[in-house]
Nanobody, 126 residues
Framework: QVQLAESGGGLVQAGGSLRLSCAAS????????VGWFRQAPGKEREFVSA????????YYADSVKGRFTISRDNAKNTVYLIMNSLKPEDTAVYYC???????????????????WGQGTLVTVSS
């Protein structure tokens, strides 16, 4: 069992930066792939980024590539999402999710993740 808690959201001006954290409980977390998803008002949840258990493999949605960076510190049971050059269209609730069976083919699919955090709101003003 893994419990996830996101933090770091807030209000930022366009062009600004935020760092989201996903803190996990459970000693097996270091073996899980972790994904970040976001959901804007009136829109479906969409994939943002994912990182495999070792941190060697990282994946990004085209919309955030070059602006967002995902990383993890398994000693701290935490995954980070550094978001730079934020745009108003990045406004959404950001969720982290984890699963032990995710692979490169399935990591963009929210339904493949078993564990989810409660989300943290990111608002980017223009």
């Amino acid at each position: 069992q893994v419990q996830l808690a996101e933090s770091g959201g807030g209000l930022v001006q366009a062009g600004g930066s935020l760092r989201l954290s996903c803190a996990a409980s459970g000693r097996t977390f270091r073996s899980y792939t972790v994904g970040w998803f976001r959901q804007a008002p009136g829109k479906e949840r969409e994939f943002v980024s994912a990182i495999n258990w070792s941190g060697e493999l990282k994946y990004y949605a085209d919309s955030v590539k070059g602006r967002f960076t995902i990383s993890r510190d398994n000693a701290k049971n935490t995954v980070y999402l550094i978001m730079n050059s934020l745009k108003p269209e990045d406004t959404a609730v950001y969720y982290c999710a984890a699963d032990s069976t995710i692979n490169a083919r399935t990591m963009r699919t929210s339904g493949e993740y078993d564990y989810w955090g409660q989300g943290t709101l990111v608002t980017v003003s223009s």
